[in-house]
């Protein structure tokens, strides 16, 4: 079994059933809601300058349409910024 299978078989288990699973589906989601915090963060950290850029530029008009294209926005939200699971199992005793 590959790591990727075994992370897969913790992930479809029930919470409870096995505390070793817990232990992984728990990392498992700590990245997921870690690494969606960087890329939100990151993603509007830039456009932040890319706006204080374009509002210095000679024809700011025309930058800040670009800018505000059906694409782009300020900013980008993921739900799982929230980091609803580890808020709520997060505190739970470690059995393993």
């Not at 992930?11 to 232990?23: K, S, T, V």
């Not at 989601?29 to 932040?48: L, T």
Request: charged letters at 30%; one cysteine or more; hydrophobic letters at 35%.
């Amino acid at each position: 079994m590959t790591i990727n299978e075994r992370i897969d078989q913790a992930r479809a288990g029930r919470q409870g059933d096995n505390p070793i699973d817990d232990l992984i589906r728990a990392a498992y989601y700590r990245g997921k809601h870690q690494a969606a915090r960087i890329v939100c963060d990151e993603h509007n950290k830039r456009m932040k300058a890319m706006r204080e850029a374009a509002s210095k530029c000679r024809y700011h008009n025309m930058a800040n349409a670009v800018l505000n294209a059906p694409r782009t926005g300020d900013q980008i939200y993921h739900p799982d910024y929230a980091d609803d699971f580890t808020i709520t199992f997060g505190d739970d005793e470690a059995q393993a």
